[in-house]
């Protein structure tokens, strides 16, 4: 391994999402792309049945991502990540066609909702680490039709994000205001995860 990167192999990332992938590049980390095969609704449902948060099912997620790839990796460093959306007491998740995505943008549009991110640091099913943020994102109003033509220019790819957005394109045409670090709106915490990184000796400091 070279660069700021101090680790003696690369990172597990306990997903397959293109965005936390681009993250975790950008910043030199290198790693493996690993699919955790989590059944993730067979965990979400008894937490929502529980009155869990849209916090702490992400956080759960995320560790239980972790925790299943890193059983399959012995002696490996393992990142899960996990990111939901809440609104207005409201849990969205992915949108399964695009109806369901008009469905959502319209229940968000004009409101303020809150993204919640949160990661999980494991290696031979003992957690090492774990954090979460928030990002605050508001919606403009947002017409039928202009959610008939964003969708039409987003086609499928709308499908990929809770809340049936991509922030990093075209979604920017849907916000009037936007608090919070971009990793943590991409899904992916990568302040607490470099500074957890430093302190461990597996990051240049």
């Not at 067979?42 to 529980?50: F, I, K, N, S």
């Amino acid at each position: 391994m070279s660069g700021l990167w101090l680790g003696d192999a690369p990172l597990l990332l306990a997903s397959k999402s293109a965005s936390r992938a681009a993250l975790l590049r950008a910043v030199g980390i290198p790693f493996e792309a690993r699919d955790s095969a989590l059944d993730e609704r067979a965990v979400e449902t008894p937490l929502l049945q529980g009155g869990a948060g849209a916090g702490e099912i992400a956080q759960t997620l995320a560790r239980e991502k972790a925790l299943a790839v890193a059983a399959r990796e012995p002696g490996r460093l393992t990142l899960g990540a996990d990111q939901t959306l809440a609104c207005n007491g409201r849990l969205f998740t992915k949108a399964e066609d695009l109806a369901g995505a008009a469905a959502a943008l319209n229940a968000l549009s004009g409101q303020t909702h809150e993204l919640h991110s949160a990661l999980c640091l494991a290696r031979d099913q003992k957690i090492l680490f774990e954090a979460s943020r928030i990002a605050r994102m508001t919606m403009r109003a947002l017409s039928p039709g202009f959610i008939a033509a964003y969708l039409d220019a987003t086609g499928e790819g709308a499908l990929g994000s809770v809340g049936a957005y991509q922030v990093e394109g075209l979604g920017m045409h849907l916000f009037e205001r936007i608090e919070g670090d971009f990793s943590v709106i991409m899904g992916l915490p990568l302040l607490p995860l470099l500074a957890f990184l430093r302190e461990a000796g597996l990051a240049a400091s």
